[in-house]
């Protein structure tokens, strides 16, 4: 099945240190979602993006939602321990077409 | 408010089997959605369910089958399991159809022999 093309694959940082992370697809969305996954639980929405163009923020997290309409970032400030797992993009392209597409996720490790 | 609950947690079956998973949406919620999670990949869409009809499908063949109840509990049903469904199952509840904020369960980890 379609997935979208998420990167980096994997990523270790020093706590403190911010990180950066996109996501691209070769077809348009209309909607843009972040979630985060901890081992043997299912995702968790952290920030959803309705808007080309538009900038969100969760507290230390902050989402844009690309121009083009085909890609993402997601950005953490000051990263903590507690923010290790797996991080997912996801798009739906709207309208009647309620599904998600997913990337294949971003695992980060933070070193205390 | 109760989350989204999943059973059984985990479960082992051989090929050719049958399989139900289960979940419970979280309250207020009329829409399930599906999704196959395979080891180090993102989810994938198998179907949803909105107010007991099927909303949406996948690319995923028809021995994938589903089933929302009046409470909008929801079924996953998988007939002659093959090695490659061996993945956790992931429900997600949303308050409607048209509503991109989707509450994903713990899943269910299947693993076939």
């Known amino acids: 099945g379609q997935q979208l093309n998420q990167s980096p694959q994997s990523m270790f940082i020093q706590e403190g240190e911010d990180v950066s992370m996109n996501c691209t697809s070769s077809s348009i969305f209309n909607t843009w979602l972040w979630y985060k996954q901890d081992p043997g639980e299912g995702p968790v929405l952290l920030i959803a993006l309705y808007k080309a163009g538009e900038l969100t923020s969760n507290g230390r997290l902050t989402a844009q939602f690309g121009i083009t309409r085909k890609d993402s970032f997601l950005n953490i400030s000051a990263s903590i321990p507690s923010d290790v797992g797996i991080y997912f993009c996801a798009g739906r392209s709207g309208g009647s077409n309620y599904k998600l597409t997913f990337g294949k996720g971003t695992l980060l490790t933070v070193n205390p | 408010e109760t989350g989204v609950t999943q059973s059984p947690t985990h479960l082992i079956k051989t090929r050719g089997q049958q399989v139900t998973l289960r979940c419970s949406s979280q309250s207020g919620h009329n829409t399930v959605s599906w999704y196959q999670q395979a080891l180090g990949q993102g989810p994938q869409f198998i179907f949803q369910?909105?107010?007991?009809?099927?909303?949406g499908r996948g690319n995923f063949p028809p021995r994938f089958s589903g089933l929302q109840f009046p409470n909008y509990s929801s079924e996953l049903n998988v007939n002659a399991l093959e090695l490659d469904d061996s993945a956790l199952y992931l429900c997600?509840?949303?308050?409607?159809?048209?509503?991109?904020?989707?509450?994903f369960g713990p899943g269910t980890r299947l693993t076939v022999l």
């Open positions: 369910y909105y107010r007991e009809e099927e909303n």
């Open positions: 997600a509840s949303s308050y409607d159809r048209g509503t991109d904020t989707q509450y």
